[in-house]
C-alpha cells in the first residue's frame, strides 16, 4: 500500500512543475523592439558582477505604457533570467552575480505595479518580484553605458 502511494505521489509532481516547453523563451536585445508579451521566459547571458542602484518608474497616456526601470553601477547590465506569470499576474526576475545597492523603491502613482520586492538568494543573486494590479503585457530590453534592464507595462 506504502508503495503504491509513493507512485502515486511520484508520477503526479510534474503536474505542479513549470514546463520550459510550453513557455516562449527569448533573449532579450539592447533596443526596444516594441514586441509586447504576455508571458514567457527571458534572459540575457553576462559575466559582469553588478550592484542595483536604483529602481524608477514613469510613463503618459500618450506613450500607451508604464516604463520601469532598473540601473545598475556597471556599464552593462548582469546576466539575468526572468519569468512573467499570467496566472500570478507578476514578473519575476534573478540577477546572477549581483547585490541591491538601493532600499525597497517606493512607486509613485502607478497604474500598472502593484509591488516589487528584492530577494536576497545567497549574497550573490538577487530576485525581483514585480506584482501586477491587473493582466498585463511586458517588452523587455536593455541599455548599456551605464547598465540599465527597462521593462514597458501595457
Not at 33 to 47: A, E, M, P, V, W
Amino acid at each position: 500500500m506504502m508503495r503504491l502511494i509513493f507512485i502515486t505521489v511520484l508520477l503526479s509532481l510534474p503536474v505542479f512543475a513549470q514546463s520550459l516547453m510550453e513557455e516562449r523563451i527569448w533573449k532579450i536585445a539592447p533596443r526596444k523592439k516594441s514586441i509586447f508579451l504576455d508571458s514567457g521566459i527571458f534572459h540575457h547571458n553576462s559575466q559582469l558582477r553588478s550592484g542595483i542602484t536604483a529602481v524608477r518608474t514613469s510613463g503618459t497616456a500618450v506613450q500607451g505604457y508604464e516604463r520601469l526601470v532598473v540601473d545598475f553601477d556597471s556599464t552593462s547590465i548582469p546576466k539575468i533570467y526572468g519569468h512573467i506569470s499570467v496566472k500570478d499576474q507578476k514578473i519575476s526576475v534573478d540577477f546572477f552575480n549581483s547585490s541591491v545597492n538601493t532600499g525597497q523603491p517606493q512607486l509613485k502613482n502607478s497604474k500598472n505595479i502593484k509591488s516589487i520586492d528584492f530577494i536576497n538568494v545567497d549574497g550573490k543573486s538577487v530576485t525581483m518580484d514585480i506584482s501586477m494590479n491587473s493582466k498585463a503585457s511586458f517588452d523587455v530590453f536593455y541599455l548599456e553605458n551605464p547598465g540599465r534592464l527597462v521593462i514597458d507595462i501595457r
